[in-house]
Each structure stands twice: as C-alpha cells, then as structure tokens.
C-alpha cells in the first residue's frame, strides 16, 4: 500500500493530467455506485450506463478541467499567505463552481440523450439548489485545501470529498431525470387526451 501511495503521489507531480483525470473518473463512478447502492437501494436493478456516463464525465471533461484550473490558480501571486487563500477561494467558488454545476447538469442530460432542451430544464430546475449546497461543503474544505496542502495534493483532497459530493449529485441528476420523464410524458399524454376530444 505504501509503494503505491508513493506512485501514485510521483504521479500526480509528474503526470498530473494522467492522474488526476484518472482520479476523478474511479471517484465519479464510485459515488454513482454508492448512491445506486446504498442510497437508492437498486441491487441488482444496478444501471450501469449511468456509472459509466458519470466515470466518463469525471475522466474526460471535469479532472482534466480542475486540473488546468488548480495549475492556474497555484501560478498567481499574492501578497500574503492570507490573501492568496482568500482570492484563490473566491476564485475557485465564484467563478468554477457556478460554471461546473451547469456543465455537469447538460452534459449528464445530453449523454442520456435528454438533448438541449433537456439540458436547460433539467439545469433549471437543479442548478440552484445544488450551487448553494455545493457551496456549503467546498468552501470550507476550499479554506484548508488552499491554507495548508502541498499544490500536487489539492485535487486529491477535493476528490475525496468529491466521493460524498458526487454520491449527491449522481442522486439529483437521477431525481431531476425522472421529474423531466414524468413531466414529458404527463404532457404527451394530455397532448393526446386533447387530440382525442377533438376528434
């Protein structure tokens, strides 16, 4: 265990768009496990594909995303220690987050085939709640995050309370994609009702 952590800690220095990415792909598909699993209660009733659209999400457009925005964030200068966790918190929860919760409500609708117009329901009806929870938890870790861990270490203590976070946000998007079905079938279904009391 120890040699890998070892590894793994070279590789997110040396290879941080490998790593990282890769890191954000097992701990996206992880929480959509745990929330099938020991939130939802699926069993065996398991989706598979909505695990693999959330670990591709995690791999291929939010760890390479937050890596390029950390190598950002860590190349500013500030005047102070203080000032350099303020701004980079601010920074981080003003202008990221609002932009990744929207990302992550499209992209999920239009991976399930939802196309744009479910997107921007879907974020509609999702998008606030989950901003103002998401800045519940990740400005606090967001505070000790940029206080006190090494720069190579700040995505993987953002993706394991990403574990917990992203268990929540596989269950929202889940919860909002059955209020969209339920809402578009509920308006098929009086569409052909008042077709039917016309004839």
């Known amino acids: 265990m120890a040699s890998f952590l070892k590894l793994y800690n070279a590789a997110l220095i040396r290879r941080p768009m490998l790593a990282q990415p890769a890191t954000a792909a097992v701990l996206f598909g992880a929480g959509d496990i745990i929330a099938q ?4 209660q699926r069993g065996k009733n398991h989706d598979f594909l909505r695990t693999a659209r959330l670990t591709f999400y ?5 760890g390479p995303a937050l890596t390029k925005w950390y190598q950002l ?4 200068k500030f005047s102070s220690p203080t000032k350099a966790v ?7 929860q003003a202008i990221l987050t609002p932009v990744a919760v ?3 409500f499209g992209t999920m609708s ?12 879907r974020t509609r009806t999702a998008y606030e709640p989950t901003l103002i929870r998401n800045w519940m938890v990740f400005i606090p870790t967001q505070i000790i995050n940029f206080s006190i861990v090494p ?8 993706s394991v309370v990403s574990l917990f976070w992203n268990t929540y946000l596989s269950a929202v998007n889940a919860r909002s994609q059955r209020q969209l079905e339920f809402v578009t079938s509920e308006k098929s279904e009086n569409k052909a009702n008042s077709s039917g009391g016309v004839d």
């Open 86 to 92: 303020v701004y980079r918190v601010w920074l981080d």
């Open 73 to 76: 964030l860590n190349r500013i």
């Open 151 to 158: 720069h190579h270490l700040r995505f993987v203590v953002v």
């Open 37 to 40: 699993q020991a939130i939802e």
């Open 110 to 121: 239009i991976l399930e085939g939802q196309g744009v117009s479910g997107a921007v329901e």
């Open 102 to 104: 929207g990302v992550f």
């Open 58 to 62: 995690g791999g291929a457009i939010f």
